[in-house]
């Protein structure tokens, strides 16, 4: 099942250096695309990639395994949720997140940063990062936030110049994270590919807001930079510093973060924060960005995963990008498809398993699909499990949906390869 | 990891009949016990061995690939679950249940009656079959069962001669089942091992209700092997029908029925009902039960899965056993294991892997243990995924469970073989 280039070289660790090799430049409608690899201690990232989500130590039901087999290249696991639980010096005691999770791939984990947004600004004012991306199970902190969960007015965050406080989700009890102590906390969870902290502002703050918030993110790049370079790995193998741009949908201000995050001695980096209300206004802060880029380094798309989004993303030469949405549609019975059963295209590029018309129906979800549940599973039994709220029902689903992603991103590392781009992406957009 | 004689001749249908083949008969210190082999069109299960719960057509999170590689022989499915969702004609269009949950190996349904009990006496009683063996989620119907989700007074169930009507406990809808209908209803879900119609008594009936709900179903047994013989099966494959022994924990009542049942032309028997409500009791009852039993028959004991229980069971004579305990244990976090890392044994074969003492245990769960669990995870990743609510947790627990079932059994095989199962039995229950 897996192409022949979604898992070289995973175990020729320790190596010299991270390093993005840009394979080929595709001038598109909208901007460059591009192909590439990202080497890691733990493998090659064949470029555009998705990375699966796996919030607390495991994307959710799956074992490693099972995510190689997809052909899942890369992991994101978030720094907030391991820090509080179970701590970082304890995942640094085995060695780093890949030991302690088993999983000999790469990995990224992020600032803790997103979490100021998603238990702050996030809840104050009831949005996600963009219309659809809301604060979740996953790369979120609370499900299904509520203002009411927190007494009126209070935040449960107090952002300072020095960096973030705020109360921990599980056990009420108040923690600190500054730039220094995120990245400290990032060298003993040994990800891969760790994130300079930054605060990710809100589309309901102003742009006064933004731009204040946006130069104090600079301010902690540099000490992230800093820190990073002055306390090197704890492990055995080498870690690569992404900087974070911000600037939410402001134009001056997202090119003003663009600028000042691509002239830094960054590794590679990250587009995060406040992409606009609409996905036009998230391919606009994609464009303002990518402009001030240096080309030779990774860009990550921080928070995006809808098929939509991801050709218009790459379009705009972004390498990889990470999402909650493909897991945690499957956990509810979303399962990824392009086409209806009568070739029309399905709407989101998703069928609802639940839906009564798939009761007694003995095909695959997808007669084209090569995952080890369209393989085996009729789509009459994955409506059982979910109506059953059986877990083999969310683990087929999961299965499927990140198999899904997994062949998107190599069809469209192919079509860069054959300069088809521009087809592939009218015919999957249509 | 698999023993070779785990999984045999699993793809041989259609055979011509389910046979039963005595291999070996050893004198114990209680009675008699029995190494064999059951042939079924799915596969050969060695004996002694223990069935798997699989209630919704899933062993709760595991794949049927998982299940061969952890070497489960046999599942067991639910035909009331069944019956009320998805529905036996759903699973009979798919050829059986084998092909709709994509298990190529044997599996034995039961006959609904056990709902009988469960949602009847069981609630209005509110004991199980014997002291620790309460409805649950899986074998039982509802999770936690309450007096108060019914009106007082108000039974879910009405027995008759006929049958009984009882209430969904999905949709509040009512159903009746037969003899007839329980037998129409397992030839659709196609199990090579199928259950005559029964009623389960509590421990808290009296003698004299338990003795005339045994010749009920004796009567019932009758009409559910005159159904079966005058209705074949509509699967391309043999069902073998298995008689069950009630009579609670009187001796009197319990020697009766196991001599009706014993006498009657059915492939194999099931020792069901009311065991008593000590070990011992339940002891007792088996032997009692046994001495009417021909040889050359499969004996399942039936909602018996504790490791003290096994052992006890096969030194008078049992088969095949199921219970829920080993997986619903393992989902929450109570891992079997024989011995303490101090060398002392555990009390009831299990480590509560939720103990802050393994919270950075870098060891398996049992460092002798040969399953994927413990060739690949730590006491200290597992007890994270518990205590953070991952899914994957239960699934590890699971296959360790279900991996420490098999080997244990095959180790009682072996004892058997090598006429060293008083040894064994001694070791293992000291």
């Given at each position: 099942?897996?192409?022949?280039d979604?898992?070289s070289?995973t175990?020729?660790?320790?190596?010299?250096?991270?390093?993005?090799?840009?394979?080929?430049?595709?001038?598109?409608?909208?901007g460059?695309a591009?192909?590439?690899?990202?080497?890691?201690a733990?493998?090659?990232?064949?470029?555009?990639?998705?990375?699966?989500?796996?919030?607390?130590?495991?994307?959710?039901?799956?074992?490693?395994?099972?995510?190689?087999?997809?052909?899942?290249?890369?992991?994101?696991?978030?720094?907030?949720?391991?820090?509080?639980?179970?701590?970082?010096?304890?995942?640094?005691?085995?060695?780093?997140?890949?030991?302690?999770?088993?999983?000999?791939?790469?990995?990224?984990?992020?600032?803790?940063?997103?979490?100021?947004?998603?238990?702050?600004?996030?809840?104050?004012?009831?949005?996600?990062?963009?219309?659809?991306?809301?604060?979740?199970?996953?790369?979120?902190?609370?499900?299904?936030?509520?203002?009411?969960?927190?007494?009126?007015?209070?935040?449960?965050?107090?952002?300072?110049?020095?960096?973030?406080?705020?109360?921990?989700?599980?056990?009420?009890?108040y923690?600190?994270?500054?730039p220094?102590?995120?990245?400290a906390?990032?060298?003993?969870?040994?990800?891969?590919?760790?994130?300079a902290?930054?605060?990710?502002?809100?589309?309901?703050?102003?742009?006064?807001?933004?731009?204040?918030?946006?130069?104090?993110?600079?301010?902690?790049?540099?000490?992230?930079?800093?820190?990073?370079?002055?306390?090197?790995?704890?492990?055995?193998?080498?870690?690569?510093?992404?900087?974070?741009?911000?600037?939410?949908?402001?134009?001056?201000?997202?090119?003003?973060?663009?600028?000042?995050?691509?002239?830094?001695?960054?590794?590679?980096?990250?587009?995060?924060?406040?992409?606009?209300?609409?996905?036009?206004?998230?391919?606009?802060?994609?464009?303002?960005?990518?402009?001030?880029?240096?080309t030779?380094?990774?860009?990550?798309?921080?928070?995006?995963?809808?098929?939509?989004?991801?050709?218009?993303?790459?379009e705009?030469?972004?390498?990889?990008?990470?999402?909650?949405?493909?897991?945690?549609n499957?956990?509810?019975?979303?399962?990824?498809?392009?086409?209806?059963?009568?070739?029309?295209?399905?709407?989101?590029?998703?069928?609802?398993?639940?839906?009564?018309?798939?009761?007694?129906?003995?095909?695959?979800?997808?007669?084209?699909c090569?995952?080890?549940?369209?393989?085996?599973?009729?789509?009459?039994?994955?409506?059982?499990?979910?109506?059953?709220?059986?877990?083999?029902?969310?683990?087929?689903?999961?299965?499927?949906?990140?198999?899904?992603?997994?062949?998107?991103?190599?069809?469209?590392?192919?079509?860069?390869?054959?300069?088809?781009?521009?087809?592939?992406?009218k015919?999957?957009?249509?």
């Amino acid at each position: 099942m897996n192409t022949p280039d979604d898992l070289s070289n995973t175990t020729t660790h320790p190596v010299k250096e991270f390093k993005f090799e840009l394979e080929k430049e595709v001038q598109t409608e909208s901007g460059t695309a591009r192909l590439g690899q990202i080497h890691t201690a733990h493998g090659t990232i064949n470029t555009p990639a998705f990375v699966a989500v796996g919030t607390q130590a495991t994307v959710k039901s799956l074992s490693p395994e099972e995510l190689e087999t997809i052909g899942t290249q890369v992991i994101f696991n978030n720094t907030y949720h391991l820090y509080l639980r179970p701590g970082a010096d304890l995942i640094a005691e085995f060695g780093g997140a890949h030991k302690f999770m088993h999983w000999d791939h790469p990995i990224l984990t992020d600032s803790g940063g997103f979490q100021v947004f998603s238990l702050g600004a996030g809840i104050e004012h009831n949005v996600g990062k963009i219309a659809n991306i809301f604060p979740g199970e996953e790369g979120g902190v609370l499900v299904n936030p509520k203002k009411s969960d927190f007494k009126s007015g209070e935040s449960l965050v107090k952002i300072t110049e020095e960096g973030v406080r705020f109360k921990s989700h599980i056990d009420g009890s108040y923690h600190n994270f500054t730039p220094e102590s995120s990245i400290a906390t990032q060298r003993k969870l040994g990800a891969d590919m760790i994130l300079a902290f930054d605060e990710c502002t809100s589309p309901l703050h102003d742009e006064a807001y933004t731009a204040k918030s946006a130069e104090r993110t600079h301010r902690w790049a540099q000490r992230s930079l800093d820190y990073f370079k002055a306390n090197p790995e704890i492990h055995d193998y080498p870690q690569a510093l992404y900087g974070i741009v911000q600037g939410g949908a402001f134009e001056k201000v997202r090119r003003h973060s663009a600028e000042v995050i691509g002239g830094m001695d960054f590794d590679a980096i990250a587009i995060g924060g406040n992409l606009g209300k609409t996905k036009e206004e998230m391919h606009q802060v994609i464009s303002w960005t990518v402009e001030y880029l240096p080309t030779h380094k990774a860009r990550h798309l921080l928070g995006i995963g809808e098929v939509y989004d991801i050709f218009e993303a790459v379009e705009r030469g972004c390498d990889t990008f990470d999402c909650v949405s493909p897991t945690r549609n499957a956990r509810n019975g979303g399962l990824l498809k392009r086409f209806d059963d009568d070739g029309t295209p399905l709407k989101k590029y998703r069928m609802n398993i639940k839906n009564a018309r798939y009761k007694d129906d003995q095909r695959p979800i997808d007669p084209e699909c090569d995952c080890y549940t369209c393989n085996h599973f009729s789509r009459a039994y994955l409506r059982h499990l979910f109506k059953a709220d059986e877990i083999l029902g969310q683990r087929l689903a999961s299965i499927h949906n990140l198999r899904f992603m997994a062949n998107m991103c190599e069809a469209i590392r192919q079509s860069l390869r054959d300069d088809t781009f521009a087809e592939l992406k009218k015919d999957w957009l249509r």
